[in-house]
């Protein structure tokens, strides 16, 4: 037997903040009349930890974080002590047995990946640490591996003085004591009593062991529970919400919540448990319930391990490294597995089984974060990341479509752009990857359907492109849906390297030149001066300005349909990117309403107006009198301008443009709820006035008349409620 020092790494083990992991009983070992005190464990692997973040999971409401300090590998072991004190505590006492730590090359037998030694160590004079070798901790447990009363014993110590027998106790209180063959077979001494209640019949003394139930099988999982506190919620909420409450309706919510209240006093569902075991056929274990506190704290971090370094994998495959790895962890888990982190790497049944039983009893608890304190965000699912993928996505789309169809028109980019992002399609990019083989998800039906796992995966794509574009940038997420969307490297060298626009070709340098000779240019200048930006390709803003219904003519080429096609997605990346960063706690529904209130017709109106766009609109009215422009066609000259912006300069034009004409409005928007428009206002007014039991009366819209054009038409609109008229409208 050897300890394969030269082969193996050595790291120690830590986890911060101690809270609950330091205690006043810890398990000490005496040796050679010193006292070894046990502070956790040592890894050893097979493989250096590399470019392995650090390990982050939230227990008792804290948020801790698992650190591994590569040190000089001690030579007091051997690897056969470790797999036995492995099998020992893992299997025998925690009942860890799905936890496997071999490879797949060893299905069966083969050396394990990582070896865990316990650390018991005395501090010396001169600041060091002595670590107590393998072989004394192997001969402490076979000392301490006898019965906590043995049978022969038991007349004498019922005999004993009171002061003896609470010494006793006292000594044995945080202990863990063992019963093979019971499930489960070890629990944590909380207290131990000797009473004899029949005086006749000698009885073993009782163990006392203050456990917690779990949530699931507490009151909060109780599917009658869940159901009452349903109803409960809603005619809450109605009642809140009534104009005239009814006594009988107070009634009602007075005994739902005497039903609740009842279900939580019941001895079968609340939380917090006693339990009374005969001390018969338990055996003593030396260990205490600091070790298997630090223990059920290594299969989060060896599940931790093994992912990260089977997504190195993945960085070949994807032609990019991540240097931030937690966030390659977060852009792979998905939204609707919140738990993910909380993976034991096996059955989290048999690691939610130990916790509570051989845990430590008193534990702290916190219940946020520190106030005005701004933190990294705490979202650790691809929610966040696919709600930023997904504009990056269509952004790249829309752009190379854009410009590799110079002929096309809106219409056939938006169907060939609707093809390339579908999920149908998405989905099988990220087949070409591999990534349902690196997901995240936690143990349940959800992903068993194959559409649904499709859906997923694309949406673990998004979040990937999401990843890439927010460490590396744009031209690395553009690289990377290139090369996955062909496989030829032709077809990749037509997609990634595109033309330039129609304009720019004519007039390679500048197109200055010719605001000499034509009026238009000539006009556009003054916008120029307005806005601060000199155009080098002037007439690409005059292709902006240029509305539908101005023939084809030989200074823009067409009119501004398309650039509307690829503002409206660099407008939406701009957004979606500047709420990511400044929003790191809302989720993506948040975001999204946000970004709905940026980038909207009327707000886009408002700022073309503000601009003054409209009087540089190149309509092909001969008066040139000022045209009355709607809210649409205004929306779509900033779509339009914002495209130009882009094509002539880059997207840090744009950014700076947004931040000072679009998210400047955002407080405003935020204090008026400008996304909840006054249909949706309606809608959930009336459905605070359903009836409890009955189905909600939803507002009904009626269309009276139709007048004008097609291309102008105005329409009014009456809105019922309950079969009455409540209101009528009139608008394009």
């Avoid at 390990?55 to 698992?66: A, K, P, S």
């Avoid at 048999?350 to 990294?376: D, F, K, L, M, Y």
């Avoid at 068993?448 to 031209?475: K, P, Q, T, W």
């Avoid at 009119?559 to 400044?582: C, K, P, W």
Wanted: glycine content about 6%; aromatic content about 10%; hydrophobic content about 35%.
């Amino acid at each position: 037997m050897n300890n394969n020092s030269g082969k193996l790494f050595h790291y120690r083990i830590t986890v911060s903040p101690p809270t609950n992991f330091l205690t006043d009983r810890p398990t000490v070992i005496e040796y050679d009349d010193h006292e070894y005190l046990f502070e956790g464990f040592s890894v050893y692997s097979h493989t250096p930890l590399t470019n392995i973040p650090l390990c982050r999971v939230i227990r008792f409401n804290i948020d801790y974080t698992i650190h591994f300090i590569e040190e000089m590998t001690p030579e007091n072991y051997c690897v056969r002590g470790l797999e036995l004190f492995a099998s020992y505590l893992f299997q025998d006492v925690l009942e860890l047995y799905d936890w496997n730590l071999t490879g797949p090359d060893f299905e069966v037998a083969g050396c394990q990946r990582f070896h865990f030694m316990p650390r018991f160590v005395r501090f010396l004079p001169d600041g060091g640490k002595e670590v107590l070798s393998m072989h004394q901790v192997l001969l402490y447990l076979l000392r301490s591996s006898k019965p906590l009363v043995p049978e022969e014993e038991i007349a004498d110590m019922l005999q004993w003085e009171e002061l003896a027998w609470q010494k006793y106790a006292e000594e044995c209180k945080g202990m863990i004591v063992t019963n093979p063959g019971m499930k489960p077979s070890s629990v944590r001494i909380d207290q131990l009593d000797r009473e004899q209640f029949n005086p006749d019949v000698i009885t073993f003394p009782v163990i006392v062991h203050f456990g917690i139930r779990p949530a699931q099988l507490s009151y909060a999982g109780d599917p009658q529970y869940q159901k009452l506190w349903k109803s409960y919620v809603k005619l809450r909420h109605l009642l809140a919400n009534s104009p005239k409450v009814k006594q009988i309706d107070k009634q009602k919510l007075t005994q739902r919540e005497e039903a609740l209240q009842k279900i939580r006093q019941k001895n079968t569902m609340r939380r917090e448990v006693t339990v009374e075991l005969s001390s018969q056929g338990f055996w003593k274990t030396g260990i205490r319930s600091d070790v298997c506190q630090h223990a059920m704290m290594l299969p989060v971090l060896t599940h931790h391990i093994r992912y990260h370094q089977c997504l190195m994998h993945l960085d070949e495959l994807i032609g990019y490294v991540f240097k931030e790895r937690c966030l390659l962890q977060v852009r792979h888990t998905g939204h609707d597995s919140p738990s993910h982190h909380l993976n034991f790497g096996m059955n989290p049944d048999h690691a939610r089984t130990p916790s509570p039983t051989v845990a430590s009893a008193s534990r702290s608890t916190e219940t946020g974060r520190s106030p005005h304190v701004h933190e990294e965000e705490r979202i650790n699912h691809n929610e966040r990341l696919e709600f930023l993928g997904d504009a990056v996505v269509e952004f790249l789309t829309s752009v190379h479509l854009y410009y590799l169809f110079p002929g096309l028109e809106e219409g056939g980019l938006a169907t060939y752009r609707t093809a390339i992002v579908q999920n149908q399609h998405l989905a099988m990019l990220a087949k070409k990857l591999e990534l349902d083989r690196f997901m995240l998800y936690a143990h349940g039906p959800d992903l068993c359907r194959e559409s649904d796992l499709r859906h997923a995966m694309a949406n673990c794509f998004e979040a990937l492109i999401g990843a890439v574009y927010l460490e590396g940038g744009l031209e690395e997420s553009r690289q990377l849906f290139g090369r996955l969307l062909f496989n030829t490297q032709g077809l990749q060298e037509v997609w990634l390297n595109y033309p330039a626009h129609p304009l720019q070709v004519q007039e390679p340098l500048t197109d200055r030149q010719l605001i000499e000779t034509s009026p238009v240019l000539q006009k556009l200048t003054n916008f120029e001066d307005c806005i601060g930006i000199l155009f080098t390709h002037v007439r690409l803003l005059a292709r902006a300005f240029t509305l539908r219904t101005v023939g084809f003519n030989h200074l823009t080429l067409g009119h501004n349909q398309r650039m509307e096609f690829l503002g409206d997605s660099i407008m939406q990346l701009v957004a979606t990117e500047y709420l990511f960063i400044h929003f790191p706690d809302h989720h993506e529904g948040h975001l999204t309403l946000l970004r709905s209130s940026l980038v909207n017709n009327r707000t886009q109106a408002k700022v073309a107006e503000e601009l003054g766009m409209q009087d540089f609109a190149i309509t092909n009215d001969k008066t040139k009198r000022p045209v009355a422009l709607r809210t649409k066609t205004l929306a779509d000259l900033l779509e339009s301008f914002i495209a130009a912006l882009y094509i002539d300069k880059d997207l840090e034009y744009v950014h700076t443009f947004m931040n000072v004409c679009f998210f400047p409005r955002l407080k405003e928007f935020i204090l008026n709820q400008d996304w909840n428009d006054p249909k949706s206002q309606l809608q959930q007014c009336c459905l605070t006035l359903r009836t409890e039991g009955k189905e909600p009366d939803i507002p009904l819209y009626k269309t009276l008349q139709t007048v004008g054009p097609s291309h102008a038409r105005t329409y009014t609109v009456a809105v019922y409620f309950k079969g009455e008229r409540i209101g009528c409208g009139k608008g394009p």
